[in-house]
């Protein structure tokens, strides 16, 4: 890759961590209020997206879109989408509160420590990518 051109590099995960049988996303809420120096605060609730079809790994995901995807905008359209009406329930359905999936993560022996400085990680790198654009 040239160093000095704008890109988005991607990786297709092709065994990845399913729940259910379903591929999922997180969605994160990061406030940055100053660079410098930084200043950044991670709210401790997202979301978690789920697919509506369970992940075969023998289909291409051209074949499989509705296995592959987990926009809300699109997966509520499905017959298969299950919305989930109630808050106490929030691990019901294809969209769950992060506080739900850390539960089902822990009760099947994740350790949450190392994933969230993992994401951490990712976060800060991710910041970095875009510090200097954003501080000149």
């Known amino acids: 890759m040239p160093i000095d051109e704008a890109a988005?590099?991607?990786r297709y995960v092709k065994n990845p961590l399913l729940i259910n049988g379903l591929k999922f996303d997180?969605?994160?809420y990061v406030m940055v209020t100053s660079f410098e120096p930084w200043r950044v605060y991670?709210?401790?609730e997202g979301l978690v997206r789920f697919a509506v079809d369970e992940y075969d790994p023998k289909l291409e995901p051209k074949d499989a879109m509705n296995a592959h995807l987990t926009n809300f905008s699109l997966n509520k359209k499905c017959e298969k989408f299950v919305n989930n009406q109630d808050a106490e329930q929030d691990d019901q359905g294809h969209k769950w509160s992060l506080q739900a999936l850390t539960r089902h993560l822990e009760k099947h022996g994740i350790d949450m420590n190392l994933l969230w400085a993992r994401i951490y990680d990712v976060i800060i790198k991710s910041l970095m990518s875009v510090d200097s654009h954003i501080t000149s």
């Open 8 to 10: 988005i590099i991607s």
């Open 26 to 28: 997180l969605r994160l």
């Open 42 to 44: 991670i709210y401790n």
